[in-house]
């Protein structure tokens, strides 16, 4: 297994572009999130899924988009970059709902908006 | 959510053992006491978590406290590869992916 997988590991872009950073898991779980950690803070929810077709908002999901068509992928959009949003993201999965499982995360997109 | 109080840094010598505190007093009774890590410049580790009895896995230890109010993470022998942030985090049993990360301790080891 590849566990989880994201791209690019790097990304600079230029205030008001849009991008999406590609997630993928294959182990099958049903929950996916994201996360984004500024310099030297803790992580931050962004957005996350319960399965395929089914999102919800994290504490920090302004500017963000996300959608859940294939319980394997969970990419996450920005849609007009800010250099507010200049942070490492990490995609995380689990295998069920809750406090019984692990979640398994990715090697995280540093992506610097100037 | 539950808050969490845990120092914010820590020292160690290599291959002596580590005790990480945690202080979770508005657990509810339905939470489970994650613990990760993270290593410098790599996304967060799981390294173990519990309910309400003291928990073994091959990276560490957790006590809980009888109240659940408390847990300590335990690294029985610290080596160098140990140095990171250790989160506590406490998470409901249907939260599916959300986990609201502190500031987590930041552990270091010293040779």
């Known amino acids: 297994n590849a566990g989880v997988t994201q791209t690019p590991k790097f990304q600079v872009l230029k205030t008001g572009q849009s991008m999406t950073l590609q997630c993928a898991q294959d182990m099958n779980h049903e929950y996916m999130s994201w996360y984004r950690q500024d310099p030297g803070m803790g992580l931050r929810l962004i957005h996350y899924?319960?399965?395929?077709?089914?999102?919800d908002q994290g504490e920090v999901p302004n500017g963000y988009n996300v959608s859940r068509s294939t319980t394997e992928d969970f990419p996450l959009r920005l849609l007009s970059a800010a250099p507010s949003q200049t942070s490492v993201y990490f995609c995380a999965s689990s295998y069920s709902p809750g406090g019984r499982n692990e979640q398994f995360f990715g090697p995280g997109t540093r992506l610097t908006v100037l | 959510d539950a808050k969490t109080t845990q120092p914010n840094s820590m020292e160690s010598n290599e291959e002596e053992p580590v005790h990480l505190p945690c202080n979770h007093s508005t657990i509810s009774g339905t939470d489970y006491i994650h613990w990760y890590r993270q290593l410098p410049s790599q996304g967060p580790e799981y390294v173990i978590h519990?309910?309400?009895s003291n928990v073994n896995n091959r990276m560490a230890s957790l006590a809980i406290a009888e109240d659940r109010k408390s847990s300590t993470l335990i690294l029985h022998r610290a080596t160098l590869r140990d140095a990171a942030v250790y989160y506590c985090i406490p998470q409901r049993f249907n939260q599916g992916g959300k986990l609201i990360f502190g500031q987590g301790t930041e552990l270091s080891v010293k040779p």
């Open positions: 899924s319960v399965g395929a077709g089914i999102t």
């Open positions: 519990g309910l309400t």
